[in-house]
């Protein structure tokens, strides 16, 4: 079985897209990325949606 998290934590995806905690939390907030899955109050991502954004040019998305 492979070694892939289907969920990124926020740290991942700055790892990821090459940014600062900071920028991917303005980002966040203004609705830049895909809408995150809540465990609780904890924030995920999921993979797959973060692949598709960055495959499509990291498009500016409307906030939920």
């Not at 980002?27 to 895909?34: D, Q, R, T, V």
């Not at 924030?43 to 040019?57: F, H, L, N, Q, T």
Request: a positive charge; aromatic letters at 4%.
């Amino acid at each position: 079985m492979a070694d892939i998290a289907l969920l990124l934590t926020p740290k991942d995806v700055e790892a990821l897209i090459k940014v600062s905690p900071r920028k991917l939390r303005a980002m966040k907030s203004a609705g830049e990325l895909p809408k995150p899955v809540m465990i609780g109050r904890l924030v995920r991502y999921r993979r797959s949606d973060i692949e598709k954004w960055v495959a499509a040019g990291c498009p500016a998305l409307k906030a939920a």
